[in-house]
């Protein structure tokens, strides 16, 4: 059963930084683009951040810059560094895997992403 929990989150000043991290169980296949998505409420859930088998990155243009994905397979781990915070990055954070290899043009779609975390808050206060 593949589980993926998200830790991390946590309340913030505007300018501050954070890292979560999403650690994995259950979940071998080092091939599944795996990524970052925010839902804020009232907003449907977007993609911030994946990354491939390659290590390809993708990144929203709202974070671009400013958050960095990382994964480390050996610990089945997941990690968005997130600086220079802004209040419009509060919003519940989830990491998700898919399943297998993703196109770049497909990294940020939820939809394309099979298994889900229960998610970690994120609040940035100004």
């Known amino acids: 059963q593949v589980q993926l929990v998200e830790s991390g989150g946590t309340s913030v000043q505007a300018g501050g930084s954070l890292r979560l991290a999403c650690a994995a169980s259950?979940?071998?296949?080092?091939?599944?683009?795996m990524g970052w998505f925010r839902q804020a409420p009232d907003k449907e859930r977007e993609g911030i951040a994946a990354?491939?088998?390659?290590?390809?990155?993708r990144y929203a243009d709202s974070v671009k810059g400013r958050f960095t994905i990382s994964r480390d397979n050996g610990k089945n781990t997941l990690y968005l560094q997130m600086n220079s915070l802004k209040p419009e990055d509060t919003a519940t954070y989830y990491c998700?895997?898919?399943?297998?290899?993703?196109?770049?043009?497909?990294?940020?779609?939820?939809?394309?992403?099979?298994?889900w975390g229960q998610g970690t808050q994120v609040t940035v206060s100004s």
């Open positions: 998700a895997a898919a399943d297998g290899h993703l196109a770049w043009w497909s990294l940020l779609v939820p939809r394309n992403y099979k298994y």
């Open positions: 259950g979940f071998t296949d080092s091939r599944s683009s």
């Open positions: 990354i491939d088998m390659y290590g390809y990155t």
